[in-house]
């Protein structure tokens, strides 16, 4: 009986913006989307899956954004939940500040030396200094190996890469890794005004950044990974400083980063820091 008046009330409070679409309508209103089935119902409490992209409604019909999902997913600004590519078992730890970050991650060998990439996103509200640690293991589960990586002043929305390398072995199969994050009163967070454009090049990626915003950022560091066909085949960085091993308000600064492998894409994330009692 409380869940059919609760469908009710959602129906009621439906709006009348409609966008049409496969099986049922958008509606919009000044709290959110909803979408209405075609017996009238609105969709709440579950994930639906629209035009061949996943969303996930709450309790009260309304699609969840920018938030991670009841069961620990997570969506994006368009409400649609982000994809993400894992060769890790990765727990995160139990605060929620741990739970807002979304992370992709790739390996590739390369003479002995597995190179496992993560690309982490901070979706929380803080600028947060994040803690890897891992365990490589084989395809009969033994562990042939271990690694950590860390990385301060990460800003709100800001997107980096972090790698382990895991040195002597070739048959590593999967990690069992751990994330956790400290919120971090000790930077400014500056990584979030530098602009990162990209040009490619034969076996190389030209990248420029540009500081737009009024505080010098030390130790601008790019990092590229390389792709093809999906793959990653390479990943290299260069740090992007002038001769105070900075990026000053207003700068441009221009590096290459070369790959030794052929490729066809290329991502590029930038970190950078400025620590609160520098001069």
Not at 18 to 24: D, E, I, L, T
Not at 74 to 81: F, S
Request: proline share 3%; with cysteine.
């Amino acid at each position: 009986m409380k869940k059919s008046k609760l469908l009710g009330w959602v129906f009621l409070t439906c709006a009348i913006t409609v966008f049409p679409a496969y099986a049922g309508e958008w509606k919009q209103d000044e709290k959110g989307w909803q979408y209405q089935n075609e017996d009238g119902s609105c969709v709440a409490n579950q994930w639906q899956e629209i035009d061949g992209r996943q969303y996930y409604f709450g309790s009260d019909g309304y699609r969840l954004e920018n938030t991670t999902t009841p069961d620990g997913k997570r969506v994006g600004t368009d409400g649609a939940l982000i994809l993400t590519a894992s060769v890790s078992q990765i727990d995160y730890t139990a605060d929620s500040v741990t739970r807002d970050l979304v992370s992709s991650d790739w390996m590739y060998t390369f003479y002995g030396t597995t190179y496992h990439i993560f690309e982490v996103t901070n979706y929380s509200p803080y600028t947060i200094s994040l803690d890897i640690n891992e365990s490589a293991k084989n395809g009969a589960g033994q562990i042939v190996g271990a690694g950590s990586a860390s990385e301060d002043d990460i800003p709100s929305g800001c997107t980096i890469f972090l790698i382990n390398y895991i040195s002597d072995t070739t048959d590593v199969t999967g990690f069992e890794t751990t994330f956790q994050t400290t919120i971090n009163d000790y930077y400014i967070p500056v990584l979030q005004n530098i602009a990162v454009e990209t040009v490619l090049g034969n076996k190389k990626v030209i990248v420029k950044i540009i500081n737009n915003g009024s505080i010098a950022a030390e130790f601008p560091q790019a990092t590229a990974v390389f792709f093809k066909n999906g793959k990653v085949v390479d990943c290299n960085n260069s740090y992007l400083t002038d001769a105070d091993y900075e990026i000053k308000p207003g700068a441009v600064i221009t590096k290459e980063i070369k790959s030794y492998e052929d490729f066809d894409d290329v991502k590029v994330h930038l970190t950078a820091q400025k620590y609160q009692f520098s001069s």
